[in-house]
Nanobody
Framework: LQLVESGGGRVNPGGSLRLSCAAS????????IGWFRQAPGKEREAIAC????????NTADSMKDRISFSRDNGKSTVFLQINGLKPEDTGVYYC?????????????????WGQGTQVTVST
């Protein structure tokens, strides 16, 4: 499985972005998905981790009220909507996947990673 992120860019504080994570082939329907961020000079951190059924996401407190997660109808792409962006949200955003046929995988530990998309929040 290969993952490709897109949708990053430069945005003003308070703005929104919708990041996409597409599977190179097949569906992400049975995959648990995680979104991560690596700010400049910092370690990569988990933003939100979802099971394959998208139930009860494990979400970072700093992002909890500002993000929403969705999948497209064909299940080959997943999305992360981030609202109310702040300068401290600047970083490279990654999606990751783990095969989750039971729908009960909530760990933020993944086998497949995308290459990342840069998000810069500044005036």
């Amino acid at each position: 499985l290969q993952l490709v992120e897109s949708g990053g860019g430069r945005v003003n504080p308070g703005g929104s972005l919708r990041l996409s994570c597409a599977a190179s082939e097949g569906s992400l329907d049975r995959y648990a998905i995680g979104w991560f961020r690596q700010a400049p000079g910092k370690e990569r951190e988990a933003i939100a981790c979802f099971s394959s059924t998208d139930g009860s996401p494990n979400t970072a407190d700093s992002m909890k009220d500002r993000i929403s997660f969705s999948r497209d109808n064909g299940k080959s792409t997943v999305f992360l909507q981030i609202n109310g962006l702040k300068p401290e949200d600047t970083g490279v955003y990654y999606c990751a996947a783990h095969y989750d046929y039971t729908g009960s995988y909530y760990l933020c530990d993944y086998d497949y990673w995308g290459q990342g998309t840069q998000v810069t929040v500044s005036t």
